[in-house]
């Protein structure tokens, strides 16, 4: 599944143009090429350099993250996207669950796809996996249970019910992003829960 979406993400670069890959993404901060490079670099990644690589940060995710942009990002768009044909196949993953690389393929797939007017009919259960996944991880590293204490998601498109309190209604997709700190449609979700689920301010790479 994670080789299939890095093979529709691939189809869809090929056809910007580089104003496109300049376009701010999802990811505060990033640019499309931005999500891109970070994408060739979490491919890369394997259990002893991401260790590595958070002693190099001084453990800090964000600067870890940076860092591998700056490295895996190339002086063209070209260069880049040549990069992610190279790992697009690679099986390597940090010290994290699997369902890990099907968040980051699916979050940084909408990082990237939704500022552009793009979209992906992404398999239902790439995005059930990853929205479970989420749901059990801590909000230190990058997950949703500590939010999910006072909210409940449901998905009007799939089976899956997650967390406690005030119902959040809507499309799993929908739902999985906005745990993830994206912003999503106001008619996108529902629910007395939405306020709390959309507040700003939770984006991570």
Known sequence: MVHAERAALIADLERLDDAQWDRPSLCDGWTVHDVVAHLVDTARTTRLGFVLGLLRARFD??????????????????????????????TSTPPAPLDSRLVEE??????????LGL???????????????????????????DLLTGVRLTATDADLAVGTGSEVEGPVLS???AVCGRPVGRDELTGPGVGTLTTPGRVRA
Do not use: M
Request: no cysteine.
């Open 119 to 145: 979209s992906r009919p992404y398999p239902q259960e790439a995005v059930v996996r990853s929205l479970r996944l989420q749901a059990r991880t801590p909000a230190s590293f990058g997950g949703a249970k």
């Open 106 to 115: 699916v979050v940084h797939g909408e990082d990237i796809r939704r500022p």
């Open 175 to 177: 739902l999985l992003l």
């Open 61 to 90: 995710f964000d600067r870890q993250n940076a860092l591998g942009v700056e490295r895996e990002r190339a002086v063209s768009p070209e260069g880049t996207l040549e990069r992610l044909r190279r790992v697009a196949s690679r």
